[in-house]
């Protein structure tokens, strides 16, 4: 069965530090990749989306992601975080079976 | 337009209880699914309803849980004599209409906090 890791649990920084979180699944087929945000308080949102074509997405709020197909990787990335991207974030990953299969979330605290 | 919507936000439920959980989709979405966020952890996958079509229910942890989906809308989530291990948030989230095998994102609702005393 396809699985998703996000290797970092909990990540704390400062305002306008670079910010790399990692999501590695376990599926050798063809598959569409989403970053959700949940922040304090609110729903689950669609932070990004990679279905085909170029592997660098372009998200909301200056927030992307890369697709590498040979790692099985799709790490989230942003130049310079702010206090309001303080959030979970969860990978998800869409083999076409069935539903999402989401990682266990990175919890992201970014300080003033 | 209206989200995903899901009543009661919140649940307190004594342990051996059965409860419902009502989740309503956008309209017009066809699939609709359901998942459990316990503390801690990722979204766990519990049953998944596409159109007319049988459900997913892979994900369902025990026979205690069961879910339906009424006219292709509204869907309720069914725990029958809870435990303390069903304390959690019960997301459902809905999607449109599938094209080709490849899947629309998902719209998630508030979710249900259920907690089993």
């Known amino acids: 069965a396809q699985s998703v890791s996000q290797h970092n649990h909990h990540v704390i920084l400062s305002e306008a530090a670079s910010l790399e979180l990692g999501c590695n699944y376990s599926?050798?087929?063809?598959?569409?990749l989403f970053w959700y945000v949940q922040y304090p308080g609110q729903h689950l949102q669609l932070l990004l989306k990679?279905?085909?074509?170029?592997?660098l997405v372009k998200g909301i709020k200056g927030f992307e992601a890369e697709f590498i197909k040979s790692k099985f990787s799709f790490n989230l990335r942003k130049p310079s975080v702010q206090w309001s991207d303080t959030a979970e974030y969860f990978c998800a990953v869409d083999t076409g079976r069935r539903a999402l299969t989401f990682g266990s979330g990175t919890r992201l605290q970014v300080q003033p | 337009g209206a989200g995903v919507s899901q009543s009661p936000s919140n649940k307190v439920t004594e342990k051996g209880k059965d409860v419902e959980l009502r989740c309503d989709p956008i309209s017009g979405h066809t699939a609709l699914y359901w998942y459990r966020q316990s503390l801690g952890q990722g979204l766990e996958f519990l049953i998944y309803?596409?159109?007319?079509?049988?459900?997913?229910k892979s994900g369902l942890p025990s026979d205690r849980f069961s879910a339906e989906r009424t006219g292709g809308s509204v869907s309720t989530l069914t725990i029958q004599r809870t435990q303390q291990e069903d304390s959690a948030v019960y997301l459902c989230?809905?999607?449109?209409?599938?094209?080709?095998?490849?899947?629309?994102?998902?719209?998630f609702g508030p979710g249900t906090r259920l907690t089993v005393l």
């Open positions: 599926y050798g087929g063809t598959v569409n």
């Open positions: 990679y279905f085909s074509g170029d592997p």
């Open positions: 989230a809905s999607s449109p209409r599938t094209s080709g095998g490849i899947r629309n994102e998902q719209f």
């Open positions: 309803f596409q159109g007319n079509s049988a459900p997913d």
